[in-house]
């Protein structure tokens, strides 16, 4: 089993900037990819970014690509999510995950799931 606990979330104004982190512990050493989630108010949760825990690949959807940057400090078993130039439309409750699977991006793929932080954007 792997365990995940998110921190970082809050309250920003438009065009500010957070860093989430996600610290796995457990059988950390059976991670293949580590990701992070968003689920806005009432709509599905979707994909943001991820990172292949032993090589380093990083992959990002559309909508954060050069905003958002996904980075591991294997040492700590932490993953992070820096944010820059926020938009309202970036709020969500975001969640971290983690996969022993070797693909990436699909919600059903990731097995482990943090509780969640919420982060909000204002205008």
């Known amino acids: 089993q792997v365990q995940l606990v998110e921190s970082g979330g809050g309250l920003v104004q438009s065009g500010g900037s957070l860093r989430l982190s996600c610290a796995a512990s457990?059988?950390?050493?059976?991670?293949?990819?580590m990701g992070w989630f968003r689920q806005p108010p009432g709509k599905e949760r979707d994909f943001v970014a991820d990172?292949?825990?032993?090589?380093?690949?990083?992959y990002y959807a559309d909508s954060v690509k050069g905003r958002f940057t996904i980075s591991r400090d294997n040492a700590k078993n932490t993953v992070y999510l820096q944010m820059n130039n926020l938009k309202p439309e970036d709020t969500a409750i975001y969640y971290c995950?983690?996969?022993?699977?070797?693909?990436?991006?699909?919600?059903?793929?990731?097995?482990?799931w943090g509780q969640g932080t919420q982060v909000t954007v204002s205008s």
């Open positions: 995950a983690a996969t022993r699977s070797p693909y990436y991006g699909a919600l059903q793929r990731y097995e482990y």
């Open positions: 457990g059988r950390t050493f059976s991670i293949y990819h």
């Open positions: 990172i292949s825990w032993r090589g380093g690949s990083t």
